[in-house]
């Protein structure tokens, strides 16, 4: 009997997923100290058209202008894929999902403490979410909320709305979730968040979501959801393991990799 060749799939792309050719060919200019006649080439602004090559974008010499101006072009296509409203000055970018949703949430608390001392969250958030709450609960004393999910996994709104206080800063509900999939009514409660913030008279109470699984994969627009921050991950879609963080009135979460992914 022959030996069947056994082959293995990889199917975990809710964790990670390989970088696609055309990403990486993308990034290749600004990596190695080489210009291959493949390049993407820049127009740079008051001046010629150049190949893009390897530089420290913070660098005031021509390799370093020419690697900021690449990153801030990354950056206006982000603002664009985030769709009307979100401007370039409001992305900023992080290493890591992690990093993007710490940068937001404790960003945001810390610099409020003297107005609030609440956060509301579900029962089902991924871990980048839960630690963070769990910090500034065992070192700022603040207090946390975690709302229950029904059987399909999805938030009890008016469970969330009855808990939002005069002393609520934050609220935060990742849009997708990594598990088993299910899409939060994240603009259901965003206007539940936004009528809350009118009605205590409160403009420190922000709605963040963690939109790490949903973005690729469904409409992830600013506008349509009504988050005032959000955090995106691009190595879940095809690009590499950096993160970014974009804002709208305040601060959004969004990555690095997926600039470079919009981008080709």
Request: include cysteine.
């Amino acid at each position: 009997r022959e030996k069947m060749e056994r082959r293995c799939i990889y199917l975990d792309y809710n964790a990670t997923t390989p970088i696609d050719p055309l990403v990486a060919n993308a990034m290749r200019p600004y990596l190695f100290n080489t210009t291959p006649t493949t390049a993407p080439h820049l127009q740079l602004e008051g001046g010629p058209e150049v190949a893009v090559t390897f530089g420290n974008p913070s660098s005031s010499h021509p390799f370093g202008v020419r690697a900021r101006a690449a990153v801030e072009k990354a950056r206006k296509q982000i603002a664009k894929a985030l769709g009307d409203g979100v401007h370039p000055d409001e992305v900023v970018f992080t290493s890591g999902g992690s990093e993007a949703n710490n940068y937001a949430i404790k960003g945001h608390v810390l610099e409020n403490l003297d107005k609030g001392d609440h956060i509301i969250t579900s029962a089902v958030e991924h871990a980048a979410i839960v630690e963070v709450c769990k910090y500034l609960q065992r070192f700022h004393n603040v207090k946390v909320t975690y709302i229950s999910v029904d059987g399909d996994g999805v938030v009890d709104v008016e469970a969330l709305k009855a808990a939002i206080t005069p002393r609520t800063l934050l609220v935060t509900v990742m849009h997708a979730n990594n598990e088993v999939g299910t899409v939060q009514p994240i603009a259901q409660i965003a206007k539940v968040v936004a009528e809350a913030r009118k009605k205590l008279s409160a403009p420190h109470l922000l709605f963040h979501s963690d939109c790490a699984q949903s973005i690729g994969k469904v409409s992830v627009t600013v506008k349509e959801l009504g988050v005032d921050m959000l955090s995106i991950c691009a190595h879940k879609v095809v690009s590499v393991s950096l993160c970014l963080c974009v804002s709208v009135s305040l601060c959004l979460c969004v990555s690095v990799s997926l600039c470079l992914c919009v981008s080709v």
